[in-house]
Each structure stands twice: as C-alpha cells, then as structure tokens.
C-alpha cells in the first residue's frame, strides 16, 4: 500500500541473523526514510526496529569475478577479495562565497576529490567535488545547511564504482557479532569510527544483571573495546555486624549468579543503537 501511494519508496523482503525477518527499503534521502517510518508507525501502528542505510558496493574476486554486495553481512568472511569498489558520485554545491572554504574542507573530511570552482556572482559560487556514496547519503545536506546558516544547496549524480581500500567492521555484542551494526568503511577511518560507535553504543545500551562487553573488528583482529558495568546490588545491606562470614557467602552467591547470567542472558538493544552509526563521525 506505501509503496503504491509513493512510487520512489521500494523495498524487498530480507532476513537478519540479529533481527529476524524484515525488510530492505529504498529511500529518496534521509528525510524521506523518516517520513515513511513515521507513516508506518502512525498509520500502521506498527513497532519498528531501522537501521543505518547502506549503498551497494562491487567486490572483485580472486577468480575475476564482480560480485554486488547490499548489506554488509553479504561481504565473504573467508576471503578471496582481490578488490573492494565503491559507488563515487559527481556532487556540485551552490554556497555563499564567505562558505567555500568551509564547504572544501568538508568534503576533504569525506574523502572528496576537488574538481572546479565556479563564481555565479559577487556573492555565490559553484563548487564540484566527486565523493564516495557513502559519505554523502548520511549527513551531507544536513552538514551543508549547517555550515551555510541554510543557505548551501547541493545535487549528485553517480558515475560509477571505483577501487577503494575498505574493510568490513563488525560489532560484537558479549561476544556475538550484530550483523545489522556492521558497517564497511575506508581502512584510514576504522579504527577510529569503531572506537567512537563502541562508545555510542556503551552510552545506548541500558546496564543489565551482567558485564557486557561490546568490541569492534576487522575480520578476527579487535580494534575498540568498551565494557558496560554490571548493575550492583548491595546483598549484605540487611547485615548489621556478625560474622563477615555470612557476608562473603553472600558476596559469593552473588558473583555466580552473574557469572551465570553472562553466560546465558540476553542484551536489549535499543533502536537508537542501530543508527548510532550514523552519528560516530570522525572525532
């Protein structure tokens, strides 16, 4: 029926290890993402679980052949990768002379590569940068607007897929990897965006009964760790004097019955989690 109504919105049905059975949906931008969840939710009344958009991406095997990758849980996690390619677009930015500067260094923190300048008049210019897909669908305009007090504007067009030296990222939660915060990024920023997002998530993920630890990694090599405390309670506070006896059985009885629930509970996470990735940034 959504898609009937907006023929820009598609979407096709798909499975997650972590989640279960969804949905793959095709967004116009990021507006239009959260126009339809809000639609969704409000006409459908339907609870929903989004995670941060991704862009197709080519992988050249070791055989010589190209395969097209969606999602980063698709990506071969036994190798034979030759090459990794991502979607470069042509952006042309329209800003107020006194922004340029800022609006270049933008783009040269999103791996763009200057092309031409163009004055339109004593007070706008024409900017024309090729950048990575990725770096632009997430922020881009919002980034523009700010830096330009909304006076920037800004259109792309993608020319094709070029070589880029990118690692897949994935995120364990208490030791299981969470296909749906995995993300495959340039290998210059990895560690540094996998150190940020553990600390989003640590400050998402609600304290449970047990210590969860939450890492990031390339393939089987950690690059962040951040550990989220257990939830405390105080077992002895219905012990007034006596034997300290009493008091380290307790203490005992309660470090096994965490031990145990590490073992076997299960984490909750948040929706504000899974787009937690949009917002790591390069800090």
């Known amino acids: 029926k959504m898609s009937l109504n907006d023929a820009s919105f598609s979407f096709q049905p798909e499975t997650s290890d972590a989640l279960g059975f969804g949905f793959r949906c095709g967004f116009l931008g990021m507006l239009h993402m959260e126009i339809i969840q809000q639609r969704l939710e409000k006409e459908a009344a339907i609870d929903l679980i989004q995670t ?12 010589g052949n190209i395969v097209r990758v969606d999602n980063p849980q698709e990506v071969p996690t036994s190798g034979g990768i030759k090459e990794f390619r991502e979607p470069i677009v042509r952006v042309n930015f329209i800003v107020p002379a006194e922004s340029i500067g800022t609006v270049m260094q933008l783009c040269e923190d999103r791996r763009g590569t200057y092309k031409t300048t163009e004055y339109l008049g004593p007070t706008r210019a024409q900017l024309c940068y090729e950048l990575p897909l990725a770096e632009v669908i997430y922020d881009m305009h919002d980034r523009l607007k700010s830096i330009t007090r909304g006076y920037g504007t800004m259109d792309y067009e993608i020319i094709g897929f070029r070589p880029a030296d990118l690692v897949k990222v994935d995120i364990l939660v208490k030791g299981e990897r969470v296909d749906a915060l995995a993300t495959i990024m340039h290998r210059d920023m990895a560690e540094r965006r996998g150190r940020n997002l553990c600390k989003r998530l640590k400050e998402e993920i609600s304290k449970h009964q047990f210590e969860i630890p939450i890492q990031a990694a390339i393939g ?20 007034y004097g006596g034997d300290i006896t009493r008091k380290r059985k307790l203490w005992a009885k309660q470090k096994e019955g965490k031990k145990r629930l590490k073992q076997f509970g299960q984490v909750e996470i948040p929706q504000k989690a899974f787009l937690s990735v949009l917002d790591v940034g390069d800090d």
């Open 220 to 239: 089987t090599r950690v690059i962040a760790r951040e550990t989220i405390s257990a939830l405390r309670k105080n077992v002895t506070a219905k012990c």
């Open 52 to 63: 941060a958009p991704n862009v197709t991406y080519e992988l050249l095997m070791s055989d």
